[in-house]
């Protein structure tokens, strides 16, 4: 049924769908915003008869061409209805792209903005460019130009075209330029023949460059400013608000530029504008009530230590999973502000307190002993910690200030004689009954696939802190990440049956657990307990854990081998399981997929300290028998030339799809899809690709954007 609306409310109702922005359409970078994969427009056009008769102006009125596929479709067009070519107004043209620009451009008598890149290889044919670029007489003109190809007959021919046209064009009064200083030969002379037509371009008002290296403006200005009717030269992009006075500053000391040159300031790093009091004397809330004005200072001080962020994560950090993926990490330097606030008033020390002591951050030589100083003096601050975070280096003594030593060696001497580090640990612990979050040094909530956390100089705790940690904290903690040390001879685990609350585990130790008498763990110990990953384990501590319910389980990564230790582990858990990761060195002794009947999500990393290529095992992915739930698996690895990405893609090809018939996605942490159409042409992922998608797979970039086949040309039948 045709749709009965009138067409300018059609035309109101397509315009955003349908319009690309300027700023957009202009981009000059160096790889196109137009690259990445997006449903196209033109499918508005299929609704009804009434949405064709109106998108078709909106949707020919900027025309982007990235391909000669494309080039070959839109001449085919034009051809066939000849009042298209009326509607065009901006031409982005990325390419060469042979005859077919001929009729294009003759076709279209309107065009107001033009943008041509001069970026061309010997590949990319210009002869129907340069037969037609007189044909039109655009106002706007945008060239791009990036520093891979050389000279070249086509490019230099290319070059040499637009400025013949520039010196010709009557109505062409804005020119960018993407020239700046540094660039190869090739570009600096495509520049100088560019700038030396825009000498006696007749209409030229404007030209538009990049913001200068170094706040030098660029040579060619010499030669652009002798153009007697130019107006002015506009800097592209805001300058940041740090430079623009020196960058006035240059300026200003040239005559020639001072009134020529101009540029707008970034808003992004300008410093507030505070005005003067009009009052001195003036106190905040002076005559409110105090209690009112604690809770309202409280308040601000809740965000100006950042507490809301971080405590957001510490609610939701379970190695965040693929869809929740964080925009920072939970401890950075500028997470622990400095003691400036606290120092402003009593008022301002008593209700900061609570918030400069909610997530401690120790890091430094002597940190621990401060801190364990501080809390020891006054156990109150206690009640304020939410999460620490220790590295071993801030459980040494401070260094002393020497005038003179070996540094690498002080600091080995410090490790092999450790001080009172573990008698301050039993200290302290106790203390923390409130704790929410232990990790050692920073924690990293942003990295995903998930990364070891526990690094060689992240704190190691004795057994006996962990004990008293569970002790104290074991219903409040929802986060563990610190190195246990092993202490000699088996222990009890019934300390693990503390942590009520914990949610998210990384474990890093070799203590070996008494497996008698059984059961080893309550039924209901670690209830909570949501993600588990292993850096190192002793066989027994999985046997542990097979013992308990573990009913909130459902990540699981091990950061090592699967070993035969794990399989009684992953019977009597695996079914729980939705997201697993193991690592490319794995053997298969324990297949995952067969021990895990529904786990949807599989993710296959390169271990921490190998330093060369892996691929995993074929065996991993070849259950006994079907697998039903397997929808998605990441592959994490490492990938550093050609050979090695053509490895990846014959054991992409080896996996069978009978076996694993719900299998969806396949995503390449190392895969980057080709932005251009000589890059698509060169990849070796894009066959893979389009492969998998014969088999209904998708194979996916780390930003989970899938290939989807181009245009194909007319003529040989190859995409691009």
Known sequence: MDCVLPDEIISEILSPALKISDEIFSDTLSTSPFAIYAYSTSAYLLVCKAWLRVSTPLLYNIVVLRSKAQAEALEAALKSNKDLGSFIRKLRVEGGYGIAMRTILKASPNITDLLITLAIWSSDAVSGLCQSLSLVDPIRLILHDVGGPGDN????????????????????????????????????????????????????????????????????????????????????????????????????????????????????????????????????????????????????????????????????????????????????????????????????????????????????????????????????????????????????????????????????????????????????????????????????????????????????????????????????????????????????????????????????????????????????????????????????????????ELPALRRLFFHTNVARSAERFLERHGGKLRELMIVTVDAGDVNVLNACPDLPFLICCTHDTDTKYVLPSIELFTPSQPHLRLAKIVLDVSLYSRKEEQAMGKFIKAIDPSLLPALREIQVSQLFWPATERDIAKSVWVPWAEYLLTKDIKLTDPDGRHWTPRLTTLKAGRRR
């Open 153 to 548: 007959k086509q490019n230099i021919q290319l070059t040499k075209k637009v400025a013949e046209c520039i010196q010709l064009w009557k109505r062409l009064k804005i020119v960018d330029i993407p020239f700046t200083l540094g660039w190869s030969t090739s570009n600096l002379n495509r520049c100088t023949v560019i700038c030396e037509a825009l000498k006696t371009a007749p209409s030229l008002e404007e030209v538009i460059i990049p913001v200068p290296t170094f706040m030098q403006m660029p040579p060619y200005l010499t030669e652009i400013r002798q153009n007697p009717i130019l107006k002015r030269v506009t800097l592209k992009q805001p300058v940041p608000w740090d430079w623009a006075l020196e960058l006035r500053a240059h300026i200003d000391s040239d005559p020639l530029l001072k009134d020529l040159v101009r540029f707008s300031i970034s808003e992004f790093d300008r410093p507030p504008e505070i005005a003067p009091p009009s009052n001195p004397l003036f106190t905040p809330m002076d005559s409110v009530q105090q209690e009112v004005q604690d809770k309202i200072w409280s308040r601000i001080f809740y965000f100006v230590f950042d507490a809301n962020v971080l405590e957001e994560q510490l609610a939701s950090d379970i190695n965040i999973p693929p869809s929740k993926e964080p925009t920072r990490e939970t401890y950075t330097e500028e997470d622990f502000p400095s003691l400036g606030t606290m120092l402003v008033s009593k008022q301002f020390k008593r209700l900061s307190m609570p918030y400069f002591y909610r997530h401690v951050a120790l890091l430094d030589y002597g940190d621990f002993d401060r801190f364990s100083a501080t809390l020891l003096g006054d156990p109150s601050i206690a009640k304020h910690l939410i999460s620490l975070a220790v590295s071993q280096d801030a459980v040494l003594p401070e260094i002393p200030e020497y005038t003179s030593y070996n540094f690498e060696e002080l600091e080995q001497e410090l490790r092999d004689t450790p001080p009172e580090a573990e008698e301050h640990l039993l200290a302290v612990l106790p203390l923390l009954d409130g704790l929410v979050s232990l990790t050692g040094a920073f924690y990293s909530v942003a990295i995903y696939p998930p990364q070891p956390q526990i690094y060689h100089d992240t704190l190691a705790m004795p057994w006996t802190a962990f004990q008293a940690l569970a002790s104290a904290a074991g219903a409040t903690l929802r986060r563990f990440c610190v190195q246990v040390v092993p202490p000699v001879g088996a222990q009890s685990p019934l300390a693990l049956e503390l942590f009520s609350a914990l949610r998210s585990m990384e474990w890093k130790s070799l203590v070996e657990f008494n497996l008698e008498p059984t059961p080893v763990l309550a039924p209901g110990a670690l209830a909570n307990l949501e993600c588990i990953s292993l850096v190192d384990y002793h066989p027994s501590f999985l046997d542990v854990l097979a013992a308990a």
